[in-house]
């Protein structure tokens, strides 16, 4: 059964000192004017759920300052068991404990899975394939465990070739981690595959629904050592029993030998071009996620509102992705969007909140909520008091 957040607690954490929220339900509306500590709240539910924040910063700074130590809390409930999550922060480290017990981020993940939206997620559309590929890996790594290794061992390989590369090292030294880059980086390739493959259709089709048909969206994963194999490493997995190892379709071995063998020729013939530029150039770290419009790259031809209806039709697809993976919704983290959209995507998100999906939304205009929503609403007013 789908866990539900009943309370909040903060404690030197970002803005706040102290501060607790209970009785919460399904919706939440988070009110208050700029500054206040509306993203800082849903950043504290994102690091709890999701135990990744979309600001990507260092624990210290979530830390009220003056302050060495911070924590944040939630306790959640589906009826049967009682869930206390904590974060604790002290310096650049931090901690987890779930009812008291220490425990690994790894340990917490997919449990309460959540999806955010906040003006930034634009440059998922306009920004680099950096972004994208982030986005795609913080997906992954919320629903399958191995995923989430998987892609932290491929990201310290890329970092010693790195740093191999940069110091002119012996070939032989840059041949010996390019097999344990093939191995790594393969795996993550093929996770990444089958977890777009999973998340296109949704976007496709949510996409169709917001824009009204007017065009056609599509989206294509591009590994780095280019087009010609996406053809056979699109055809999806079947799925490997068990409920995690199914959940980004484990790849079929005849695929995970082309993409393997197509990795490891590729870093093959770059490799005097990765010797002089000083860097790694093949691998998942490099791949594209291109996204079109009528078969035109939308980062360059879209209009402000195609790209927004993208973003909206990505997020609403990771949380299709999420339920359908992990058998239950996932929160629904939604800052200062509103504002942004105009009334048929807001009708969209409208409509999402209302699947049964707990949400937090946050705005400095509550005008954007009718008022039957906002009957069903907890509508919390920040500052607290
Ligand atoms: N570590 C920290 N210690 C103390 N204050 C912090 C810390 N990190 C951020 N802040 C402050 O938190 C305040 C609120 O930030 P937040 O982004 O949550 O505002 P907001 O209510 O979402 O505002 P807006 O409507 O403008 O987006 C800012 O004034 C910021 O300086």
Known sequence: MTLRIESLELRNFRNYDEAVIDGLGDITVLVGENAVGKTNLVEGIQLLTALASFRHGTFDQLVRHGESQG???????????????ELLLAGKTRKYRLNNKAKRPLDLKGLIPSVIFTPDDLDLVKGSNTGRRTALDVLGSQVNKSYYTVRRDYEKVVRHKNRLLKDEADPTLVEAIDEMLVTVGSQLTMYRIALFERLRPHMVGKYRE?????????????PSWEAGLSKEADEPAPPEGAHEASSTSAPSSLVRDEVRDALSRALHERAAEERRRGRALVGPHSDQILLTLD???????????????????????????????????PVLLLDDVMSELDGRRRAALVEAMEGGSQTFITTANIDYFDEDMLARSKVVNLPLA
Request: net charge negative; no cysteine; proline share 0%.
């Open 71 to 85: 924590r944040a809390a939630l306790r959640a409930t589906d009826g049967n068991r009682q869930l206390d999550i």
């Open 210 to 222: 917001i824009s009204g048909g007017r065009e056609e969206m599509e989206a294509r994963y591009v």
């Open 295 to 329: 078969g035109q790259d939308a980062s360059i031809y879209g209009s402000q509102g195609q790209q927004r209806s993208i973003v909206l039709a990505y997020k609403l697809a990771e949380a299709a992705v999420i339920e359908e993976i992990l058998d239950q919704k």
